[in-house]
């Protein structure tokens, strides 16, 4: 039989939880400019080669399993401090229901 969390297992649940979603935006947003820079200099620094598609894939599957993890498996900033109170919520919430 598992014990109820306690106040301070779900915060450090919470905590975690959107420290590892916040952890996917920023590896999305380096995805994104990184790609965009390498695609513009294949297409105006060489005459636009088809190369970044191997990047472009590549890292695009790591970033997609990056996101299974965080998304479907289950430091510090506004949008860390909402998803931390997300989390927080849904966790509470949960557990009141007596999941």
């Not at 994104?32 to 390498?38: D, P, S």
């Not at 472009?56 to 401090?81: D, E, I, N, T």
């Amino acid at each position: 039989m598992n014990a109820r969390p306690t106040p301070e297992d779900i915060e450090r649940i919470a905590h975690q939880r959107a420290g590892a979603k916040l952890g996917w935006y920023v590896h999305a947003l380096v995805y994104l400019a990184v790609n965009l820079f390498i695609f513009g200099v294949s297409r105006y620094g060489f005459g636009n080669r088809h190369w970044p598609l191997v990047a472009l894939l590549g890292w695009g599957l790591a970033l997609a399993l990056h996101g299974a993890g965080v998304w479907l498996a289950g430091s510090r900033g506004a949008l860390r401090q909402r998803l931390v109170q997300r989390e927080r919520d849904g966790l509470q919430r949960h557990h009141r229901n007596g999941c």
